[in-house]
C-alpha cells in the first residue's frame, strides 16, 4: 500500500495507534486492552510484543525477548523477514506498520522498532501515542527534532522505554561511572573516541563512497520500496541502499557516529554527566561535490565542547572513525595498543581506556595507578536482567525505569546527531542552543535539525 492511497481512517490510525512486528510460536496467553499501564502486568504474566523490522539486528532482539510472547511481525522485506517468520509461525504478519496497528493494537503490550534509522521516529511516535511500551533501536531517530520529539512524547504518556544500546546495561559501563565520581582519575578536561568504520568493519566494509545511482533497475517482488523509504524524500530504488548500505547514505542513515557513537560514547556521556555541548565542528576526507551531497565520508573528526556541569570542568571530546587514531595517551605503555573501536578518557591523574558497548575491556592507567587503587562501593544499581532486551521487558511489567530510557537514549542520541550534522557541515563551528533547539549561528546547518518528510508523511 502507498502512502498516497491511505483512507482518512488509516491515516488518523497512523499518528494515534502504535507499531508491531515479532511472532510468537504458541497464542498468546493474555488479552490486553489498548492502553498498556506500567506495573499492571504480573511478572509471572507474558508480555505481548510486536516486532517491526526483523531481518537485522531486530532479529537478535527478539531472540533475547523469545521467553515472552512474539504476538506479530512486521517487515517490508519478505526475503530478510523468513528467517524470524519461520521461527515464530503463529505470529501475525504484516508488511506495513500501520495496518498491524490498525488490527492489531488491542493485543499488543510493547514494541520492538530496528528499522533502518529514517523510519525509527514515525514507529515509535505511532507506539508511544498508542500507550504501548518501546524498545527502539539505537540511533533513537534520524533528525535531532525527531529525538527531542519522541523523548517528549514518551515521558508524557508515561510508557516504558529502552534504546538499543545493549552495553548500557554492563558491569563496566557502572564501574567506569564510579571510578569517576571517586576521583580516581581526577578532573577530566579531555575525551577521545574512535571506530573503524565505514572501512573498517561490517556493513561498512564495501561501502560505496558514491554519488547517488543514475540507472534505476526494478524493484525486487519481496520488498515494498515505498514502505521502505517511509517519510525520506522519494528517489527509485537501487540495491546500493538496501540491506545494509543504507547506513551510509544522509537520507537513510546516521553514518559511523550515529552508528556507533551511542556505543562508544555512552561511558564518558553518563559519568561525565555531559549533556548536550555548545559548539562542535567537523572535518572530514569528503571534497566531491556529488559524492559529498549524498553519503558520508571515508573518514572524519569532530570535536565536541561542553560546558562546565557543577564541579566538572568544561571538557572536549574528541571522535575519529574511517581508521583514524587519537594521539597515543601519556600514560600508555609499550604493550598498550589502541582497539578498533573505543575511548579514552583523560584525567588529571590518570586515564581511562575502555572499548566499545558498555566500557567493554575497562582498564585504568598508568599500571601503577591502576595496582594501589582502592575499589569504590557499587553505587549504581545494576541490571538484574538477562540482557538489555529483558531488562525493558521487566520495566514494562513492574513500572520502574529500564537501563537506557528514551530520557537518557534520547540525549545521548542528539549529541551524536549533532556531530553527524557537523560533518555535512564540514569545517565550520556551530553554536548549539540545547533549549531551542537550534544551530545559533548557521541557518544551512540549522534546516537539517528537522529536515522535511516526503509529502504525505508526519510524525
Avoid at 523490522?53 to 523469545?66: E, F, P, S, T, V
Avoid at 520529539?149 to 564510579?178: D, F, P, W, Y
Avoid at 515505498?226 to 528517489?235: E, N, V
Avoid at 582497539?339 to 584525567?347: C, E, K, L, S
Amino acid at each position: 500500500m502507498s502512502h498516497r492511497d491511505l483512507t482518512r481512517r488509516q491515516f488518523i490510525a497512523t499518528t494515534t495507534v502504535g507499531v508491531t512486528a515479532a511472532g510468537c510460536a504458541t497464542a498468546p496467553e493474555r488479552v490486553n486492552t489498548a492502553k498498556v499501564v506500567p506495573g499492571k502486568i504480573s511478572p509471572n504474566e507474558k508480555l505481548n510484543i510486536a516486532g517491526i523490522g526483523i531481518g537485522g539486528m531486530g532479529r537478535a532482539n527478539l531472540q533475547n525477548m523469545k521467553s515472552e510472547n512474539i504476538v506479530a511481525l512486521c517487515d517490508v522485506d519478505s526475503v530478510l523477514a523468513a528467517r524470524m517468520f519461520n521461527e515464530f509461525p503463529n505470529a501475525k504478519r504484516f508488511v506495513d506498520y500501520r495496518e498491524l496497528f490498525d488490527k492489531e493494537a488491542k493485543h499488543i503490550d510493547g514494541v520492538l522498532i530496528a528499522t533502518p534509522d529514517h523510519t525509527h521516529a514515525v514507529i515509535a511516535m505511532a507506539a508511544i501515542r498508542a500507550g504501548k511500551h518501546v524498545y527502539c533501536q539505537k540511533p533513537l531517530a534520524h533528525s535531532i527534532y525527531e529525538t527531542r520529539k519522541l523523548t517528549e512524547a514518551a515521558r508524557a504518556a508515561g510508557v516504558m522505554t529502552q534504546m538499543g544500546n545493549q552495553g548500557h546495561s554492563s558491569e563496566e559501563i557502572r564501574r567506569c561511572c564510579e571510578w569517576i565520581a571517586d576521583g580516581a582519575i581526577g578532573p577530566v578536561r579531555e575525551v577521545h573516541a574512535w571506530s573503524d568504520r565505514p572501512v573498517g568493519g561490517d556493513p561498512w566494509s564495501n561501502f560505496p563512497l558514491t554519488a547517488r545511482p543514475a540507472d534505476t533497475p526494478p524493484v525486487p517482488d519481496t520488498l515494498n520500496w515505498d514502505l521502505w523509504l517511509g517519510p525520506a524524500q522519494y528517489r527509485p530504488y537501487h540495491p546500493v541502499y538496501t540491506p545494509l548500505t543504507w547506513r551510509g547514505f544522509y537520507d537513510f542513515g546516521t553514518g559511523p557516529l550515529g552508528d556507533m557513537g551511542c556505543h562508544i560514547l555512552d561511558p564518558a556521556f553518563w559519568s561525565l554527566k555531559l549533556g548536550a555541548p555548545e559548539s562542535v565542528q567537523a572535518t572530514s576526507t569528503h571534497y566531491e561535490p556529488a559524492v559529498a551531497a549524498e553519503t558520508y565520508p571515508r573518514a572524519s573528526i569532530v570535536r565536541f565542547r561542553f560546558p562546565a556541569r557543577g564541579e566538572m570542568p568544561p571538557v572536549d571530546v574528541t571522535w575519529y572513525d574511517g581508521r583514524l587514531l587519537p594521539p597515543v595517551p601519556r600514560d600508555f605503555g609499550v604493550e598498550d595498543k589502541f582497539d578498533r573501536n573505543g575511548a579514552i578518557i583523560v584525567g588529571e591523574k590518570g586515564t581511562i581506556v575502555h572499548k566499545s558497548h558498555g566500557a567493554g575491556g575497562l582498564r585504568l592507567l598508568p599500571q601503577g595507578l591502576a595496582a594501589d587503587y582502592k575499589q569504590p562501593d557499587k553505587t549504581i544499581p545494576r541490571v538484574a536482567a538477562a540482557n538489555h532486551e529483558m531488562d525493558w521487558v521487566r520495566s514494562c511489567k513492574d513500572g520502574k525505569p529500564a537501563s537506557s530510557t528514551f530520557e537518557y537514549g534520547g540525549a545521548l542520541t542528539e549529541m551524536a546527531l549533532l556531530g553527524m550534522l557537523a560533518i555535512r557541515m564540514k569545517d565550520r563551528r556551530l553554536e548549539w542552543d540545547s533549549a531551542n533547539l537550534r544551530i545559533a549561528n548557521d541557518d544551512e546547518a540549522n534546516a537539517l535539525v528537522n529536515p522535511p518528510y516526503r509529502e504525505g508523511w508526519t510524525l
